[in-house]
């Protein structure tokens, strides 16, 4: 695996400059979800510490199930060592009550839970996927990050989520143009209570209904109501309407509405501004 360079004005700078940086670290934990820049960062390491550094992925019941077997065949892939450790998430009231600073306390659980796990094993340093095109949005979770002493590579070397995509192609990394994939917890109202199986509710319909061809897909669950699906074509979601009722009630939503707004990031979010 290698990148020359040739293609993309600043792209190899950019590059080599992240392999840099790597190779200064002694050893480094890469908090790793599979996503297009996690991966690359795991990548990265790989080529610059070897075995000495190594992909800490963490189970939740707030990503669906199939991320996890996605994160460990893209790791296996690299040839990056991963490790899997439950992050027990529901566990932190924050999350289980989805209050509006859920994603800070998730961050500052799982930054806990993977320096335990790095100062245990003897790793010098915890570092993460974030770039500079995540700086365009509102994430409490960096916050919580540079709190804790978690090194942002991709972000030192002004990589962009554009420049990490091309990169990855370049370098023949599987999923280069995977969509990203947030958590559950934002399928749901603030201040809606979470539990296992409310998430593995949303996460069974959601695969249901891509598996009818729509991408992306949320399904965002109003408890007492039902469902609201939202994709890039609500009318082909209306007209495949039997289909997605029968999905929605496979997975146990007792009915289910189209969202003729279509899809958009943070309308959850968007929601909790409104409420306060």
């Known amino acids: 695996m290698g990148y020359d360079g040739k293609s993309g ?3 190899a700078e ?14 480094a934990v890469v908090l790793f979800s599979g996503g297009v820049d996690s991966t690359l960062l795991a990548a990265a390491a790989f080529l610059a510490l070897g075995d000495r550094a190594v992909a800490l992925t963490f189970r939740s019941p707030l990503e669906d199930p199939s991320e996890a077997g996605i994160a460990s065949s893209t790791a296996e892939r690299i040839g990056i060592r991963q490790v899997c450790l439950d992050s ?3 566990s932190v009231s924050e999350i289980a009550q989805n209050r509006p600073d859920r994603c800070y306390a998730c961050r500052k659980n799982r930054d806990a839970r993977a320096w335990a796990w790095a100062r245990l094993h003897g790793f010098a ?21 540079d709190e804790d002493g978690i090194g942002h590579p991709l972000l030192e070397a002004a990589l962009g989520r554009e420049d990490i995509r091309t ?23 603030p201040f809606t209570p979470l ?11 959601e695969r249901g209904i891509a598996a009818l ?14 469902a609201v699906v939202e994709t890039d074509d609500p009318s082909g979601v209306a007209a495949r309407r039997e289909d997605v009722l029968r999905i929605l009630k496979e997975a146990g939503f007792r009915g289910g ?12 979010s968007r929601l909790a501004a409104e409420k306060s």
Do not use: N
């Open 88 to 90: 027990e998430d529901l």
């Open 9 to 11: 004005t600043g792209r």
């Open 195 to 205: 539990s296992e199986d409310l998430l593995r509710q949303v996460g069974r319909a």
């Open 257 to 268: 509405f189209v969202d003729l707004e279509g899809y958009a990031r943070g309308k959850m």
């Open 125 to 145: 340093s915890v570092v993460d996927g974030l770039s500079l095109s995540d700086l365009e949005e509102d994430r409490p979770g960096r916050k919580a990050s």
């Open 167 to 189: 990169i990855s192609r370049l370098l023949g990394i599987e999923g280069a143009d995977r969509p990203g994939s947030p958590c559950l917890a934002t399928r749901f109202p």
């Open 213 to 226: 061809g729509f991408s992306p897909v949320r399904v965002r669950s109003f408890p007492g109501l039902g």
């Open 14 to 27: 950019r590059w080599f400059r992240l392999l840099g940086l790597l190779r200064e670290k002694e050893s």
